[in-house]
DNA sequence: GCACAGGGCCAAT
DNA sequence: ATTGGCCCTGTG
């Protein structure tokens, strides 16, 4: 990891909050200040004091800044507005849009969220996790650098080399029962049935439509995909937590359907409802709200 | 040790 | 429209 990168008056910038907050699943915490990243068939290091507008990235240079990582962090977006508009709502939401300080919404790869997204049903985080490091070291390929220690990190498998895998070979990945869902996707983005670059173009209800052909991809996977691939921020995947905080927050612990959840989002968050839904997911998956009590 | 739930969805009723 | 079952694993 040779070149270093400092990116300096970063406004609404916290590295950890960005990776934790459930978006994106191929990144390890070193430390408090420091998280390894793959992305972009690259391996990153990023760097950043709690607080501090200035944030180390080692391991790539100033034009892959501005080529790449600007567009992935969604740097040209202005977020304070969006916290200020969020935070005026109301006292929950402040409280979570103060919790979630620094979040940005990553711009991530349509074919990688497809699968991560398709993997994640009925999963807790570091399970998925463990689920594409292994899909990855299998099917990938290493990229050429080192984290300094040693230790190498694998490409997300292109559909081609995803495609090879028999499904005894997925399973040994420890995905379970979405291994055929797994290979039903590869096989409609190959054959060109789904034509991932296409969807940027199209409505949401045609793009949802269309991901929701693939086996394993229901309402929830295919909201995930389109909001953090697609930046379609006026979707609201709804997911036990945003259920369950929803419900809490605004309907008195009352169980309300999916459907009247996504319409309240709606109503209340207007377009910003996407970045809503990530302040809330983080703000009640770290405090553990709304869990049911045993 | 075992019951349960996890960024849900499918297939059968 | 509703519901049981699902691979696997961390948590209680």
């Known amino acids: 990891m040779k070149n270093v990168v400092m990116l300096q008056h970063l406004d609404h910038f916290a590295i950890g909050q960005i990776l934790e907050s459930g978006q994106v699943f191929r990144f390890e915490r070193v430390s408090e200040s420091s998280y390894l990243l793959i992305a972009k068939q690259r391996l990153i290091k990023i760097m950043q004091q709690p607080h501090s507008s200035s944030v180390l990235i080692h391991n790539t240079t100033i034009s892959e800044v501005d080529d790449l990582w600007s567009q992935y962090f969604d740097l040209d977006t202005n977020y304070h507005n969006i916290a200020t508009v969020l935070s005026h709502k ?19 790869d349509p074919w990688e969220m497809l699968i991560s ?15 594409i490091k292994n899909l990855t070291q299998q099917f990938g390929f290493p990229i050429n650098e080192a984290d300094g220690e040693g230790n190498y990190y694998f490409t997300f498998p292109t559909p081609k080399e995803l495609g090879r895998a028999t499904e005894e070979e997925l399973r040994a990945c420890k995905v379970g029962f979405r291994a055929p869902y797994i290979m039903d996707a590869c096989q ?32 929830k996977v ?73």
């Open 188 to 219: 409609k983005v190959l054959n060109g049935e789904i034509l991932l670059n296409d969807l940027y173009f199209l409505s949401i209800e045609e793009a949802r439509k269309k991901l929701m052909m693939i086996k394993g991809v229901g309402p």
């Open 117 to 131: 997204f398709i993997i994640s049903q009925n999963k807790a985080i570091p399970h998925i996790k463990a689920c």
């Open 222 to 294: 295919a909201d995930c995909i389109l909001l953090f691939a697609y930046s379609k921020m006026e979707l609201f995947p709804t997911d036990v937590w945003i259920k369950r905080v929803i419900e809490g927050l605004y309907f008195g612990g009352k169980t309300i359907p999916i459907k009247e959840i996504q319409k309240f989002a709606e109503d209340y968050f207007g377009d910003l409802r996407g970045y809503a839904q990530q302040y809330l997911f983080y703000y009640a998956r770290e405090n553990a709200l709304f869990k049911p009590v045993k």
């Open 90 to 108: 109301d006292e929950h939401m402040k409280k979570a849009v103060a919790f979630g300080q620094g979040i940005r919404l990553l711009r991530q």
